[in-house]
C-alpha cells in the first residue's frame, strides 16, 4: 500500500551506488509484526493452545487412560495410591447426591478430577478446545471469506445489488447478535433429523451447525467495513489508472481493488476468531451450541454449573482456556493491525 | 437533514418488517414445532385441537396469520403466550424492562467512568509503565466470557467468601424493582453490573486510548501546544472532545445492544428476570408470541440506537452527511 | 402423568383402597409422619398464623383449573377448592383414603354401577360469598370440555362423547336437583376409578357463572379455607383466607393453619436451597432437581430436621420404539435391559438415596406390586443386583440386530441428557451403534408421542408419577392398545406396544376391579410381570421426592397423593 511503503522508506537510491534492496509492502509489514515481541507472544500462546488441543487424543489414550465421552460413573481411579470410586456418595446420615471427585493434580488420574458422569475433566477441557477452535477458527474464515465476496460484489457492481446486500446486512446487524444465533439454533437443533438442503444431512451433533450460525450472524461485521474500503479503494486513482489501461471486471477486481483491501480482512481475522470464539462458548453455555458427544468449552462451563460450590474447577478450567485463547488471538490482532497500518484507528467502524 | 432524518426512520421500519418476517418464518414454518399442540393443553381431543387450530386462527395461510399476530401485537395488544393462555405478553415485556433497563444503566455507568479513566491514564503516561499495565488489564478483561465471569462472581460472593465482611451484604440471586425496596433493589445489582461492565470497560479504555493519541499529532493539537497550553488543557480541552466522537458512536450502539437484551447472558447467570430472560426462556419453550414480542422489542432498540448514533455523527461531523 | 406434569394425583378408589404399603416410604431426616401428628385443639390454635412461602423455579403455567394438569398448583387448589370426595387430609397410607367432601356420604353406584347419587351439604359458600349448589357441578364438568385440557378422565359421562370446546351439554349425564340438594352422575359404563377421578381438581367445583372458556390467570372462587388473592406466573401466587369457610368435614377440609400461602416464582433452585437455608423462605418446591452441589449441603447434620424424603410412586425409564427395527425384536430389547447398568442412572438420578432400581413396570407400594426382576445378573430375580453383558450379547446376537444404528432420544435439562448419554454407552456396549438426540424439554415429550416421528428414533426417555394408584394408570394408560392415537401427540403409549393377550388380561383385571379388588390386583400383579417380560421399556428407577423446609417449619407430613400437605404446616 502506498501509506506503508512510504512509511518504511529504505535508503534513497544513489546513482551507482549499491543495489537499493526494495522490500514490497507486505514484506516490511511481515517484519514490523515480527519485530513486535507482545504480537509474537500472543501468536505463539495461541498456537500453542491450538497444539495442546489437537493432542487431546494422545493425552486422553496414552497418558490418562480415558475416554471422555462416555459415561463412567461407576469407575475408578487412583489417588495417592489408594484406589477411589469417581463418584462418591453424600454423606451425613441423609447420603444425598453424588460427588464427582476433585482435582487430583496427577496427569495420570483425572488431573482436574471428574464431572457428574465420571468423565475426565481435563481431557474434556482439551477436546473442548479441539471443538471450539474449529468452531471458532472455522466460522471466522468462512465469514471473512464470504463477506469478502459480497462486499466485492456489492461494492463493485453498486446499484441493486449493493442495494440488497446491504439492505440485508442491515437486517442481520438489526439482530441482536446472541438472539439470532440463539433462534435458529434452537430451531435447528429441534429439527431433530437434522437439517438439510437436498440431498446434504448436517446432524445436530455435527460441528457444521454452529460454525454456520456463527458465520452468518458475524456477516455484517465484516461486510461493512470491506464494503467501506471496496468503495473507497474503487475512486483511488490506480483503480482509475488500470480501468484506462482497459482492465475491466474481475481482472480489476483481483488485481487492483482485492489486495489493498485484503488487509481490512487481516486485521479483522483475528479480532472476529476471538469473537466467535466467546460467542461458541455463550452458545455452547446456553445448551445450543456444541452438542453432545462433542465437547466445547462453554458446554464444559455449562457442566460445572451444578457443581459450582464443590467442584469449582469444572467451571474454572474451560474459562481459563478460553480467557488464554482470546487473550492471545486480540494481542496477536493488535500486532498485525500496528505492522499493517500503523495510524489505523482502534476499531474500524462500519 | 430532515430528509436524512425521514430517510433513517424509513429504513428502521423496513428493517424492523423484514426481521418480524424472518422471525416469524423461522419458528412458524419449523418441523417438529405445532403451536396448536402447545395452546391445547396436555392430552386434548380431536374436536378440541380442530377448534383451537380454527380459534387462533392456525388453520389459515402463513400471511394471514402473520398480520393477525401483528395485529394482536400493535393495535390490540391482547397477544396471549402459547406456554400459558393467561398470559398477556406486551404487559409481561413491559413488566420484564425495568430489570434490564437497571442493568443496562447502571453497567453503562460504571464502564463510562472507568473506562475513561483509564484510557486517560494510558495515554497520558504513555511510555511509562501504566499503560501496558492498564491494556493489558483491559485486554484481559475483553478476553472474559462475561458468563464465566458471573458464575465466578458467584462462586465467591454467594458462597466461598459470602460470610466474609466483603460479601456479606449481597444478598441471594435475583432482582428486586426499585419501587419495591431501593436498598436491596441496589445491592442485588451491584455485583451484576461489575460483572457486566467488565468487558465493556476493556474494550471503550482501549478505543479511548487509541483515539488520543491519534488525535495528539494532529495539527490543531500541535498547534494548541505551540501556543503554550499545558499538556493537561490540551488533552481535556481538545484531545479528548475529539476523542469522544468515536466513543460516543460506539457507545450509542452498544448501549443501544444492551438494553435491546444483549444482557441475557448477565441476567441468567444472575437470574434477573428482565427482557433477555424472557426472550431466552421464550425461545426455550418455543413461544411464538413471547419470542416474536421480544425479539421486536430488541430490534428496534438496536436499530434506534443505530439511527440516533448515525443522526448525531452527522450532525457532529458535516462531512460526513451522505448526499 | 408424565413427568412435566406429574403434579396431579388422584384419590385412591375407595374400590381400589387395597394399597400393598409395605412402609409409607419415607427414610431421613425427619421422614414422614404417619396419620398426622396429634393436634388437640390448644396445639392447633397455638399454631395458627403466619405466611408459609414457597419458592419455585417457574410458574404452573394457566391457572384455570379446568386445564391445569401440574402437581404444583393441585397442591394450592385442594386449599382452596372441595370436590365431591376428597383424599383424607393426613399423612401416610391412611391419606390415600376416599372420604366425602362435599357429598355427605360416599354413595354405592347403582344400575351396574353407572350412577352415582350425591348427597351434598348445604350452606357452604364460595370465597364470594355466593352459596354452592348442585347445578354448580354441571358447569364445572361441562368446563372439562369447553377449556382445552385433558379430557379423557371425565369422557365416561353420559353426552360426554358430543361435547366439544364450542358447545357442551352434559344434562344427561350430570343432573342436580338443587331443591333436593342432590347431584346424581350416570356414566356410559360402570368405572372403578370414577371416585378417584372426582378426587381431581378437574373435578372440584366452581360457581356456575363461571365463563365456559377459559379462564387464564384467574382462578374462579372456590369453597375451600383458602382463596386465592393473586396470580402472576412471573412474580409470585398468594393465597389469603377464605373468610366464607366453615369446617364440614375436617378429615376432608380441614382449617389450615397458616394465614397466608405465598409461591414466588423465577428463582434459580440453587438460590431456592440458600434462601430456604437461611430461613428467608419456608419451602424448596422444586426439591426433585436439587443440583448436586447443594444436595450435599443437606446431608448437614444441622438440617437433619429439615430435609424430608419420601418415595414416589413413579418410573423413569426409557420407550423402546416397538414399531422398527432394531427393537421391533423382543429380543433385542430384553437384550438391552440385560445390559442397561443401573446402578448409574440411580447415580445420575441422586444416588441411591433417592432414586431405587427396578425393572418392572408398577412402583413400590402400589397396588398390584409383587417385586420383579428378572434383568439381573445372579439367580434373585425379585430386585436388581448387576448388568449381565454376556446375556445381553448372546440375546444380541440372536436377535441379530448386532451393529444396527440406534437412535436415543432424550431431553436436554442436565439429568435426562445424562440419562442419555448413558444409555448410548450401554447400547453400543452390547455391538449397537448408539448416537444421541436431544430435544428440549418442552418438544420431547409431544415429539415421541408422535408417530409420525417413529423413524427418528429407537429409545426415547420419559417419566410418569401417577394419577391414581391404581394400576391401570401405568400398565393400560402406558401400554395399553387403546393409548395408541397415531398421529397425534398425545398418545401417551409411547412404545406404541400392543399385546392382545396381554390387553385381554387388563380388560379382566379392570372389569374384576369392580367387584373384587383384591382379585383384581392379583391379575394386574401377573399383567405387570408380563409386561416387563415383553420388555417395551428399559425401566430404570423409581424416584425419590426431597422436601427441604426451614427451621421454623412444623407438622410436616406426607400424603402419598398430595405429597406435602401445605395448609397443615406450622410456620408459628
Known amino acids: 500500500m502506498a501509506e506503508v511503503a512510504a512509511l518504511d522508506q529504505v535508503e534513497p537510491a544513489s546513482p551507482g551506488g549499491p543495489e537499493v534492496a526494495g522490500r514490497s509492502p507486505w514484506a516490511l509489514a511481515g517484519r514490523r509484526l515480527v519485530r513486535n515481541r507482545v504480537a509474537m507472544g500472543g501468536l505463539v500462546l495461541f498456537l500453542l493452545i491450538v497444539v495442546v488441543s489437537f493432542a487431546a487424543p494422545i493425552y486422553a489414550d496414552h497418558v490418562a487412560h480415558v475416554n471422555p465421552f462416555e459415561n463412567n460413573l461407576n469407575g475408578t481411579t487412583i489417588v495417592n495410591g489408594k484406589k477411589v470410586p469417581l463418584l462418591q456418595q453424600g454423606g451425613g446420615i441423609l447420603h444425598l447426591g453424588e460427588t464427582p471427585i476433585g482435582p487430583t493434580w496427577d496427569i495420570h488420574h483425572y488431573f482436574l478430577g471428574a464431572d457428574q458422569n465420571g468423565r475426565d475433566v481435563a481431557s474434556r477441557v482439551l477436546y473442548g478446545g479441539r471443538s471450539s477452535l474449529i468452531v471458532g477458527v472455522g466460522s471466522a474464515v468462512l465469514c471473512c471469506f464470504f463477506a469478502t465476496v459480497l462486499a466485492l460484489l456489492a461494492g463493485f457492481h453498486g446499484g441493486v445489488v449493493d442495494s440488497v446486500f446491504s439492505r440485508s446486512m442491515d437486517v442481520i446487524w438489526a439482530f441482536p447478535v446472541l438472539l439470532l444465533a440463539i433462534c435458529v439454533a434452537t430451531v435447528l437443533l429441534n429439527a431433530p433429523n437434522g437439517v438439510g438442503v437436498g440431498p446434504i444431512r448436517v446432524q445436530a451433533s455435527s460441528l457444521w451447525l454452529p460454525t454456520l450460525i456463527i458465520a452468518f450472524i458475524f456477516l455484517p461485521y465484516v461486510f461493512r467495513p470491506v464494503r467501506g474500503h471496496v468503495l473507497a479503494v474503487s475512486e483511488k486513482e490506480y483503480v482509475e489508472a488500470a480501468i484506462a489501461q482497459g482492465a475491466s471486471g474481475w481482472r480489476l477486481v483481483f488485481s487492483e481493488v482485492l489486495p489493498n483491501v485484503i488487509t481490512v480482512v487481516i486485521v479483522l481475522l483475528p479480532l472476529i476468531i476471538a469473537t466467535t470464539i466467546l460467542t461458541e462458548a455463550a452458545l455452547s453455555y446456553l445448551s445450543i451450541g456444541v452438542q453432545p458427544p462433542n465437547a466445547s468449552w462453554g458446554s464444559v462451563i455449562s457442566d460445572g454449573q451444578g457443581l459450582l460450590y464443590t467442584r469449582p474447577w469444572v467451571a474454572i478450567a474451560p474459562g481459563i482456556m478460553i480467557v488464554l485463547t482470546v487473550l492471545a488471538l486480540n494481542v496477536f490482532g493488535d500486532g498485525v493491525r500496528d505492522a499493517l497500518d500503523p495510524r489505523a484507528k482502534l476499531r474500524i467502524e462500519g | 437533514m430532515a430528509t436524512f432524518i425521514i430517510r433513517r426512520m424509513l429504513s428502521l421500519f423496513l428493517v424492523m418488517f423484514v426481521i418480524t418476517v424472518v422471525v416469524f418464518m423461522i419458528f412458524f414454518h419449523t418441523p417438529g414445532i405445532d403451536p396448536t399442540r402447545q395452546i391445547a393443553g396436555r392430552n386434548p381431543s380431536a374436536a378440541a385441537v380442530k377448534e383451537i387450530k380454527h380459534q387462533f386462527g392456525l388453520d389459515r395461510p402463513l400471511p394471514i396469520q402473520y398480520l393477525l399476530m401483528m395485529k394482536k401485537i400493535f393495535i390490540t395488544r391482547d397477544l396471549v403466550s402459547y406456554s400459558n393462555q393467561g398470559q398477556r405478553i406486551v404487559p409481561e415485556v413491559v413488566q420484564a424492562a425495568p430489570a434490564t433497563l437497571s442493568l443496562a444503566f447502571g453497567a453503562a455507568v460504571i464502564w463510562v467512568v472507568v473506562s475513561i479513566l483509564m484510557g486517560l491514564a494510558a495515554a497520558v503516561f504513555k511510555g511509562s509503565l501504566v499503560d501496558p499495565v492498564l491494556m493489558i488489564l483491559a485486554l484481559i478483561g475483553i478476553s472474559m466470557p462475561v458468563f464465566w465471569v458471573g458464575e465466578l462472581a458467584n462462586l465467591i460472593t454467594q458462597s466461598r467468601w459470602h460470610d466474609t465482611f466483603l460479601f456479606h451484604w449481597v444478598p441471594p440471586l435475583g432482582y428486586t424493582p426499585f419501587v419495591q425496596d431501593p436498598g436491596l433493589w441496589f445491592k442485588g445489582l451491584v455485583i451484576p453490573w461489575i460483572t457486566l461492565s467488565i468487558a465493556f470497560i476493556g474494550l471503550y479504555a482501549r478505543v479511548l486510548r487509541s483515539s488520543l493519541l491519534e488525535v495528539q499529532n494532529e495539527d490543531y493539537v500541535r498547534t494548541a501546544r505551540a501556543k503554550g497550553l499545558s499538556e493537561r488543557r490540551v488533552l481535556l480541552r481538545h484531545t479528548l472532545r475529539t476523542s469522544m466522537i468515536t466513543y460516543v458512536s460506539l457507545f450509542g450502539l452498544d448501549f443501544g445492544a444492551l438494553v435491546a437484551g444483549a444482557t441475557l447472558l448477565t441476567e441468567v447467570v444472575f437470574g434477573i428476570h428482565g427482557v433477555g430472560y424472557l426472550t431466552y426462556q421464550s425461545i426455550g419453550n418455543l413461544d411464538l408470541p413471547t419470542i416474536m414480542v421480544t425479539v421486536i422489542y430488541g430490534a428496534f432498540f438496536i436499530v434506534l440506537a443505530n439511527a440516533f448514533v448515525d443522526i448525531a455523527y452527522a450532525w457532529l461531523d458535516p462531512r460526513i452527511r451522505p448526499a | ?572
Open chain 3, 1 to 572: 402423568m408424565e413427568k412435566r406434569f406429574w403434579r396431579g394425583l388422584v384419590a385412591m378408589g375407595a374400590i381400589a383402597a387395597v394399597v400393598i404399603a409395605a412402609g409409607c416410604g419415607g427414610s431421613g431426616g425427619g421422614g414422614s409422619s404417619s396419620g398426622g401428628s396429634s393436634s388437640p385443639s390448644t396445639t392447633a390454635a397455638a399454631h395458627k398464623g403466619g405466611t408459609f412461602t414457597i419458592l419455585a423455579n417457574s410458574s404452573f403455567g394457566v391457572a384455570d383449573p379446568a386445564q391445569n394438569y401440574t402437581l404444583q398448583e393441585w397442591q394450592l387448589l385442594i386449599n382452596s377448592h372441595d370436590g365431591l370426595v376428597q383424599f383424607k387430609r393426613v399423612g401416610g397410607t391412611a391419606g390415600t383414603q376416599i372420604v366425602p367432601d362435599l357429598a355427605t356420604s360416599i354413595p354405592t353406584p347403582t344400575d351396574g354401577g353407572k350412577t352415582y347419587t350425591f348427597q351434598l351439604h348445604k350452606g357452604i359458600k364460595f370465597s364470594n360469598g355466593q352459596v354452592m349448589k348442585p347445578s354448580d357441578f354441571v358447569t364445572t364438568f361441562e368446563r372439562q370440555f369447553t377449556v382445552p385440557g385433558p379430557t379423557s378422565f371425565y369422557s365416561g359421562i353420559v353426552g360426554a362423547s358430543a361435547c366439544k370446546p364450542s358447545h357442551c351439554d352434559l344434562s344427561k349425564g350430570v343432573v342436580a336437583d338443587d331443591s333436593a340438594y342432590t347431584l346424581t352422575i350416570h356414566l356410559t359404563a360402570p368405572d372403578p376409578e370414577f371416585l378417584d377421578k372426582l378426587a381431581l381438581p378437574f373435578a372440584y367445583v366452581v360457581p356456575a357463572s363461571t365463563s365456559k372458556k377459559l379462564t387464564g390467570n384467574n382462578v374462579p372462587p372456590g369453597t375451600g379455607p383458602y382463596m386465592w388473592k393473586s396470580y402472576n406466573p412471573n412474580k409470585e401466587a398468594v393465597l389469603v383466607r377464605n373468610p366464607y369457610f366453615k369446617v364440614w368435614n375436617p378429615a376432608a377440609q380441614p382449617e389450615g393453619y397458616p394465614d397466608q400461602i405465598v409461591e414466588k416464582y423465577g428463582l434459580q433452585i440453587s438460590d431456592e436451597v440458600t434462601q430456604v437455608e437461611r430461613g428467608a423462605a419456608d419451602e424448596v418446591f422444586d426439591g426433585d432437581v436439587i443440583p448436586a452441589d447443594r444436595l450435599n449441603e443437606l446431608n448437614s447434620p444441622q438440617y437433619a430436621n429439615q430435609v424430608h424424603v419420601n418415595a414416589l410412586t413413579a418410573d423413569w425409564y426409557f420407550a423402546f420404539n416397538t414399531t422398527t427395527p432394531p427393537f421391533n425384536n423382543q429380543k433385542a430389547r430384553q437384550a438391552v435391559n440385560y445390559a442397561a447398568d443401573r446402578s448409574a442412572y440411580v447415580k445420575i438420578g441422586g444416588g441411591s438415596a433417592l432414586a431405587v432400581p427396578t425393572c418392572q413396570i408398577l412402583p413400590p407400594n402400589f397396588p398390584g406390586y409383587k417385586p420383579y426382576c428378572p434383568y439381573t445378573n445372579g439367580s434373585d430375580t425379585t430386585k436388581w443386583h448387576g448388568v449381565d453383558l454376556a446375556k445381553a450379547k448372546q440375546l444380541v446376537k440372536e436377535s441379530g440386530t448386532s451393529g444396527a444404528k440406534v437412535v436415543v432420544n432424550s431431553g436436554n435439562d442436565e439429568t435426562s441428557k445424562a440419562l442419555g448419554e448413558q444409555m448410548v454407552s450401554d447400547l453400543n456396549k452390547i455391538g449397537y451403534k448408539a448416537s444421541g438426540q436431544y430435544l428440549a424439554d418442552g418438544i420431547q415429550y409431544p415429539y415421541v408421542q408422535n408417530s409420525k416421528n417413529h423413524s427418528k428414533w429407537n429409545i426415547a426417555w420419559s417419566a410418569w408419577y401417577q394419577d391414581y394408584p391404581a394400576p391401570s394408570d401405568f400398565l393400560n394408560v402406558l401400554l395399553g392398545c387403546g393409548s395408541i392415537h397415531p398421529n397425534s401427540d398425545a398418545s401417551p403409549n409411547i412404545a406404541a406396544f400392543c399385546d392382545k393377550a396381554i390387553q385381554a388380561k387388563m380388560d379382566q383385571a379392570e372389569k374384576t376391579g369392580v367387584t373384587n379388588p383384591d382379585a383384581a390386583n392379583q391379575i394386574w400383579a401377573q399383567v405387570d410381570h408380563e409386561m416387563t417380560d415383553q420388555a417395551p421399556w428399559v425401566d430404570l428407577y423409581n424416584p425419590k421426592q426431597i422436601d427441604f423446609l426451614s427451621k421454623r417449619v412444623g407438622n410436616y407430613q406426607w400424603n402419598p397423593q398430595w405429597y406435602i400437605l401445605i395448609d397443615q404446616l406450622w410456620v408459628k
